[in-house]
């Protein structure tokens, strides 16, 4: 299993601005993931990120609105940028410990965002 | 890309046997089926995974039958504290180091005293 971590656990923020969220790991994985949960919605996996090369984004997600940094094998970072209100969701990152997605993912317990 | 359809919402008795199914009837033949509990306030947590037929371990049971177009998560004898979202997954690879997934629009579970 994984322990992780995620900070902010929530923010209200302005529209226009950018918020960094941070994800991190008890033990080295090769691969992330970060989801999007708007209320009462399901999961939406927004990209993957792998260590030492860009991120994979999923269609209707893109790299200069959603930025992801992993500078190691137990970090990673999210940015919203030019948030709108259409950006208030549940930001939510995940490991596989085999590195496959559709494998047991474990979950971080989410940054809950309200863009004003 | 699997459309998965799950039931809302449902209610139990505590005690009871809880059989949540979801449907996928477009599963990919490389695609896994997956379920996950989520709580208010946290992040998913994995129950069950299975491929075909049926999957066991110390929480539930997972019937997949042999068209694969439909799974049933059996939860036996559930608590106050089995009450929770549960969501259906639906994915695998797709090719050249890429996949494909979907989760499922949850069922709410109610267990009642």
């Known amino acids: 299993s994984a322990v992780i971590s995620q900070k902010p656990s929530r923010d209200i923020c302005q529209r226009g601005t950018s918020l960094t969220i941070q994800c991190q790991v008890d033990s080295q994985v090769t691969m992330m993931f970060w989801y999007r949960q708007q209320p009462g919605q399901s999961l939406t996996l927004i990209a993957t990120?792998?260590?030492?090369?860009?991120?994979?984004?999923e269609s209707g997600f893109v790299i200069d609105k959603f930025p992801i940094s992993r500078p190691n094998l137990t970090f990673s970072t999210l940015t919203v940028s030019n948030m709108s209100p259409e950006d208030s969701s549940i930001y939510l990152c995940?490991?596989?410990?085999?590195?496959?997605?559709?494998?047991?993912?474990?979950f971080g317990p989410g940054t809950r965002l309200l863009v004003l | 890309l699997a459309k998965t359809t799950q039931p809302i919402s449902m209610d139990s008795y505590e005690g009871q046997e809880v059989n949540i199914t979801c449907s996928h009837n477009n599963i990919a033949t490389n695609d896994y089926i997956t379920w996950y509990q989520q709580f208010p306030s946290q992040g998913p947590r994995f129950i069950i995974q299975g491929y075909k037929t049926k999957v066991t371990n110390e929480v539930a049971s997972l019937f997949i039958p042999a068209d694969r177009k439909s799974s049933t998560l059996s939860l036996p004898r559930v608590s106050l504290s089995d009450t929770a979202v549960y969501y259906c997954?639906?994915?695998?690879?797709?090719?050249?180091?890429?996949?494909?997934?979907?989760f499922g629009k949850g069922t709410k579970l109610s267990v009642i005293p």
């Open positions: 997954l639906v994915g695998g690879p797709s090719g050249a180091g890429s996949y494909q997934l979907t």
């Open positions: 990120a792998n260590q030492g090369s860009e991120a994979t984004y």
């Open positions: 995940s490991v596989s410990p085999s590195g496959r997605v559709f494998e047991t993912q474990y």
